[in-house]
């Protein structure tokens, strides 16, 4: 019988639409925009699947395309919602923005929502990868935004997009971000991007990861830096890793992706490439998507390693990687940079003492429960 869940958060991506228009976006779609209607459908369903199944931790992530070209009003409809569905629960609100917007009405409507908590940020401080159309400024707008968000309260977690020519500049981003005071950064390759001047390879991803480790460990790791400080954790303290790209999702938790049409998906990624679709919320409730074969993809991945990566030294350190990454070996398509990283670290003997009992991995585990993990 499966655990109890505990929580449950929903990313929901209001709009595919965006007001930048960054080189190597894959997101940009028709433009469609979630009606308020729709996000009633979604809280009422959710509130009636939490009281049943007693969860009490509830969060939502707003995504996009860039979820603030929503309004101030649209945010202000999403609390008269949240009110009448959850009066007797506070769901946790966070955003992932280019925080341009950041401004008038609608900040004040953001601070409402998620007072005191976190933003994500996305921002390319040396090269012009991130654009606004018409030539405006998008370095200086969302610099602007990261700085109206901490004086307003809010922690700004930063994504910072990976890409060869970074490798220019690996010292100068990290200190850019720390003196700039985010709380942290997530540092994330480029990925299905072809263009010659940015095309990242899987061996410039790890020397990038060698190089920032080096810069990192010079600063007595000051500053939280995504993958970096997951993997130093499990090193030293046998933590589990929390990204989802190398760690197993939270037990008893449930996570799901709602589209702008109200499609359910067990992850952006998979919304972003329109597989595993698991139904639309108008026509099934959340007890018939927590029973879905696809509710628990990550975890069902992510616990059963392809064959590829069974014999590997560094899978608990890797997890095999995104699951949205995988090549059809089941290995990620980053796999010889990470290699090329964890080697880096074990010349250096910083993995000697890594407990080898905490790698949560068992190859045997599909077979075991039946699930069937391909896209429909």
Same mark, same amino acid.
């Given at each position: 019988?499966?655990?109890?869940?505990?929580?449950?958060?929903?990313? @929901?991506?209001?709009?595919?639409?965006?007001?930048?228009? =960054? @080189?190597?976006?894959?997101?940009?779609?028709?433009?469609?925009?979630?009606?308020?209607?729709?996000?009633?459908?979604?809280?009422?369903?959710? &509130?009636?699947?939490?009281?049943?199944?007693? @969860?009490?931790?509830?969060?939502?992530?707003?995504?996009?395309?860039? *979820?603030?070209?929503?309004?101030?009003?649209?945010? $202000?409809?999403? !609390?008269?919602?949240?009110?009448? %569905?959850?009066?007797? +629960?506070?769901?946790?609100?966070?955003?992932?923005?280019?925080? #341009?917007? %950041?401004?008038?009405?609608?900040?004040?409507?953001?601070?409402?929502?998620?007072?005191? +908590?976190?933003?994500?940020? =996305?921002? /390319? *401080? %040396?090269?012009?990868t991130r654009l606004l159309p018409s030539g405006s400024d998008y370095y200086g707008q969302?610099?602007?935004?990261?700085? $109206?968000?901490?004086?307003?309260?809010?922690?700004?977690?930063?994504?910072?997009?990976?890409?060869?020519?970074?490798?220019e500049v690996v010292r100068e981003v990290y200190y850019f971000f720390k003196n700039l005071?985010?709380?942290?950064?997530?540092?994330?390759?480029?990925?299905? %991007?072809?263009?010659?001047?940015? #095309?990242?390879?899987? &061996?410039?991803?790890?020397?990038?990861?060698?190089?920032?480790?080096?810069?990192?460990?010079?600063?007595?790791?000051?500053?939280?830096?995504?993958?970096?400080?997951?993997?130093?954790?499990?090193?030293?303290?046998?933590?589990?890793?929390?990204?989802?790209?190398?760690?197993?999702? $939270?037990?008893?938790?449930?996570h799901l992706v709602v589209s702008p049409e109200g499609d359910l998906y067990p992850c952006?990624?998979? !919304?972003?490439?329109?597989?595993?679709?698991?139904?639309?919320?108008?026509?099934?409730?959340?007890?018939?998507?927590?029973?879905?074969?696809?509710?628990?993809?990550?975890?069902?991945?992510?616990?059963?390693?392809?064959?590829? #990566?069974?014999? =590997?030294?560094?899978?608990?350190?890797?997890?095999?990687?995104?699951? &949205?990454?995988? /090549?059809?070996?089941?290995?990620?398509?980053?796999?010889?940079?990470?290699?090329?990283?964890?080697?880096?670290?074990?010349?250096? $003997?910083?993995?000697? /003492?890594?407990? &080898?009992?905490?790698?949560?991995?068992?190859? +045997?585990?599909?077979?075991?429960?039946?699930?069937?993990?391909?896209?429909?």
């Amino acid at each position: 019988m499966a655990a109890p869940l505990r929580s449950m958060d929903l990313l @929901i991506k209001p709009t595919l639409d965006c007001n930048a228009r =960054c @080189i190597y976006c894959h997101s940009l779609k028709p433009v469609t925009r979630m009606s308020l209607e729709l996000v009633g459908t979604v809280f009422r369903k959710w &509130a009636d699947f939490a009281s049943r199944e007693g @969860i009490d931790e509830l969060s939502i992530n707003w995504h996009g395309g860039e *979820p603030m070209i929503m309004g101030a009003s649209f945010y $202000r409809g999403v !609390q008269k919602l949240e009110q009448k %569905y959850f009066p007797d +629960k506070k769901i946790s609100h966070s955003m992932q923005s280019n925080v #341009c917007l %950041y401004k008038g009405e609608l900040r004040e409507a953001v601070i409402d929502l998620a007072p005191g +908590k976190s933003i994500g940020a =996305c921002l /390319d *401080p %040396y090269h012009p990868t991130r654009l606004l159309p018409s030539g405006s400024d998008y370095y200086g707008q969302s610099v602007e935004g990261c700085l $109206r968000l901490m004086n307003d309260g809010f922690a700004v977690n930063m994504i910072y997009v990976v890409h060869k020519r970074s490798l220019e500049v690996v010292r100068e981003v990290y200190y850019f971000f720390k003196n700039l005071g985010v709380r942290n950064i997530l540092f994330h390759p480029l990925e299905e %991007y072809q263009g010659t001047d940015y #095309c990242l390879s899987p &061996a410039e991803w790890g020397e990038f990861l060698k190089q920032l480790w080096k810069i990192w460990e010079e600063d007595d790791f000051m500053l939280t830096i995504f993958p970096l400080s997951d993997w130093r954790d499990r090193i030293l303290f046998a933590a589990p890793i929390e990204s989802c790209e190398h760690g197993l999702p $939270r037990e008893n938790q449930l996570h799901l992706v709602v589209s702008p049409e109200g499609d359910l998906y067990p992850c952006h990624r998979f !919304q972003d490439k329109n597989i595993f679709r698991m139904g639309n919320i108008a026509d099934v409730d959340f007890d018939e998507i927590a029973r879905h074969q696809w509710a628990h993809l990550l975890t069902d991945r992510k616990k059963s390693p392809k064959e590829a #990566c069974w014999d =590997c030294e560094f899978l608990s350190l890797c997890g095999s990687g995104c699951v &949205a990454t995988h /090549d059809s070996g089941g290995k990620t398509i980053w796999c010889e940079g990470l290699k090329a990283f964890f080697g880096f670290l074990k010349e250096r $003997r910083m993995l000697d /003492d890594m407990p &080898a009992e905490t790698v949560p991995f068992d190859e +045997k585990q599909c077979s075991q429960h039946g699930c069937q993990c391909e896209p429909g």
